[in-house]
């Protein structure tokens, strides 16, 4: 093991190494994302409870992203593909909601 003396020589990550490093944060993250919200279309599952439970998701999604970036010193080329798999995450959620509120057009609640 080799003796750390400064700063200087501490290990620098990359976003992308920061997400392999911390599994299911982020990298498995976007896929699993992605593949909750198809489940959620195949299954027929357009509730506004099921959508929230995806705008939680992907809240979380950002705020590591956010953290993440924040740390990544070096300002990476692989910044750029994790910015866009947040992106492609967004616009999965922007269809399935959009889904959603198609699927519930015309109905009230309390209604029996």
Same mark, same amino acid.
């Given at each position: 093991?080799? /003796?750390?003396?400064?700063?200087? @020589?501490?290990?620098?990550?990359?976003?992308?190494?920061?997400? +392999? !490093?911390?599994?299911?944060?982020?990298?498995?993250?976007? +896929?699993?994302?992605?593949d @909750?919200?198809?489940? /959620?279309?195949?299954?027929?599952k357009?509730?506004?409870?099921? &959508?929230? /439970?995806e @705008?939680?998701?992907?809240?979380? &999604?950002?705020?590591?992203?956010?953290? &993440? !970036?924040?740390?990544?010193? &070096? +300002?990476?080329?692989?910044?750029?593909?994790?910015?866009?798999?947040?992106?492609?995450? /967004?616009?999965?959620?922007?269809?399935?909601a959009?889904?959603?509120?198609?699927?519930n057009?015309?109905?009230?609640?309390?209604?029996?």
């Open positions: 093991m080799s /003796e750390i003396n400064g700063p200087a @020589e501490l290990p620098v990550y990359s976003i992308a190494e920061a997400f +392999v !490093k911390r599994p299911g944060m982020y990298i498995g993250q976007p +896929v699993t994302f992605e @909750e919200i198809a489940r /959620e279309v195949r299954q027929g357009f509730t506004f409870a099921e &959508l929230e /439970e @705008e939680q998701s992907l809240d979380r &999604l950002r705020r590591w992203y956010r953290d &993440l !970036k924040r740390r990544d010193i &070096l +300002v990476l080329p692989d910044a750029e593909d994790a910015a866009a798999r947040l992106r492609e995450c /967004e616009r999965s959620l922007d269809g399935y959009e889904q959603v509120y198609a699927a057009r015309g109905t009230t609640t309390g209604q029996a």
